[in-house]
């Protein structure tokens, strides 16, 4: 089971660190819904935050010159409001509604963005940005491209959003560690040795990315990060156990 695990685990970090490298979302989406066949729901998302966190730091690390410390502080507003809620009505995920909303949120990178004037920018739109992300990261385990919602219309080009998305989520998975730390201490120490073993191909597959990133044009990123976010939303549907 060990040798599995780690070959699964291991496979799965580089090639969803990739796709975050690239897109800064989607590699998250399709972690989770492996692991939610290898751990039970709560252990998987506090797993998740864990590989997500040296995904997202190395991202961060590696496009830091572009990062928009203002609205970072901002969104964390949002989040440390969001985290609070939560705690208080001592909230417990599940199945069903993991694979029920995950497979809806595709919905959101089709709407006429154009119309609803979001900008992530904006002091009180960043703070609702990390409110509502914050709140589906830990509600859920990921915030899919409810982030980029209010970014995708900024002024900011690609590496900005992906050096800021990169900065708020480590911080959000790390919240999300904490929020599930009971059901992360349930994985066995061989468990654990695994999945540390397999965080270093989370910062190689997110260094291949970022070199593919800053190849890619503004129009084809976000082409291409909407329709592998809805493929990825209709996955997660079939994985609702009726």
């Not at 496979?11 to 692991?35: D, E, K, P, Q, R």
């Not at 949002?78 to 809806?104: K, M, Q």
Request: charged share 10%; glycine share 8%.
């Amino acid at each position: 089971m060990t040798v599995v695990f780690f070959i699964a685990i291991t496979v799965a970090v580089f090639l969803t660190s990739l796709l975050s490298g690239i897109f800064g979302m989607a590699g998250g989406l399709i972690l989770l819904w492996i692991l939610t066949f290898l751990l039970p729901i709560a252990s998987a998302i506090a797993v998740h935050g864990l590989v997500q966190m040296v995904s997202n730091g190395s991202r961060a690390w590696m496009s830091r010159a572009y990062l928009d410390v203002r609205t970072l502080i901002l969104l964390l507003s949002g989040l440390g409001t969001a985290a609070g809620f939560l705690a208080f009505i001592d909230y417990r995920p599940s199945l069903v509604v993991v694979s029920v909303v995950i497979g809806v949120m595709p919905i959101l990178v089709w709407l006429p963005l154009g119309r609803l004037r979001l900008d992530g920018q904006r002091p009180i739109q960043a703070f609702l940005c990390g409110l509502i992300s914050g709140s589906l990261s830990i509600a859920i385990g990921v915030s899919g491209p409810t982030v980029d919602l209010f970014f995708i219309t900024t002024r900011m080009d690609r590496r900005q959003i992906i050096a800021t998305k990169a900065a708020f989520q480590l911080i959000t998975h790390g919240m999300k560690v904490l929020f599930y730390v009971d059901a992360a201490a349930e994985l066995t120490v061989n468990g654990w040795m695994v999945v540390i073993a397999a965080m270093p191909f989370a910062i190689i597959g997110t260094r291949t990315g970022n070199v593919i990133l800053h190849r890619m044009s503004n129009e084809r990123y976000r082409t291409w990060a909407r329709w592998i976010v809805t493929a990825v939303g209709a996955v997660y549907l079939l994985r609702i156990p009726f």
